[in-house]
């Protein structure tokens, strides 16, 4: 009898709800077409479950999300919780999770689908084969260091050690040896110390452990330019958590919207915590109209990264790919933010129609349950 897996679906706030609605209904429908079985369990997570609890992160939320496989969250945030002086806000939630969970790894990948070129601010011919991820690390920096706030100063301390550089220089590097084989990293080496230690750190892991993989160093403020005019030139990019943030929100506009682009958040074990790179989107929240497909292709990268099903993997990105091609030329199967006009429920019907249509999967259910367990820590 095939084991349950357990995702934990964390909708957050804003249009969170929306999108994991759509990626719990392609998740399900890759579980019915390849015979797995995902046991669903939501839990509260930022604004919504600050409302409902006065935390941003409830115990009950960070148990269900222990015993989960992965973890799949839609977005936290919004007006309603941005006063500066609010107790607790939404973020510090995912902060929290993140910490937590120790995924230190941030993959966000970029690859422009050919569809979706001409929507992008920059021109087609500098995008065209742009294929990049970028690692970000997760669970240091400033965003964790001690914080202070005075009335005339304020304090974010900024920290990084030997063992939290190596670990996610070594998630590059491995990730770089099944693609193209080059590593950027990006620090800011002429100004900050923490920097400086990167740069040394991530020398080292590749001199010691990675010498098939090429390495190059950039600085951060030439790296947001480069990004832009260059971006063809990058595979695997890794660097610190603020910069991250930051180059990660310029990358996505290689894609042509934030709308289309997940994410996943890995530690050293198989669980995982998967994330369309978008935010809340308070704006057009509750009105049917977000684009789904940034969560959807999480799901992707949560089969891949976290249940070792490939196969699953790649026909929900199949199935993408087949939806962003039909909206190319049909404004009505376009998502709003690449200026079409459909609905989260058309975009979502159309995946799920896209991935029904796909043909068989050449081995059985029943192999592809069996080929992929052994990999993955199951809990009954
Ligand atoms: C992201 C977001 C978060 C971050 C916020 C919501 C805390 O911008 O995942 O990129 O800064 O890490
Ligand atoms: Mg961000």
Redesign the pocket.
Known sequence: MPREIRITVLPGDGIGPEVTAAAVAVLQAVGQRFGQTFRIEEALIGGAAIDATGQALPPATAEACDRADAVLLGAVGGPKWSDPKAPVRPEQGLLALRKQLNVYANLRPVKPHPATLKHSAIKAEVLQGVDLVVVRELTGGSYFGRKERHADRAVDVCEYSVAEIERVARHAFRLARTRRGKVTSVDKANVLETSRLWRETVSHVHRAEFPDVVLEHQLVDSMAMHLISRPRDYDVVVTENLFG?IL??EAAMLAGSMGLLPSAALGDGPRGLYEP?H?SAPDIAGQGIANPIAAILSVAMLLRHSLSLHREAEAVESAVSAVLAAGESDTAQRARDLGGTATTAALTSAVLAALTAAPSATASAKDTAEAAFPAVELRD
């Open positions: 943030d990660t929100d790179i935010g």
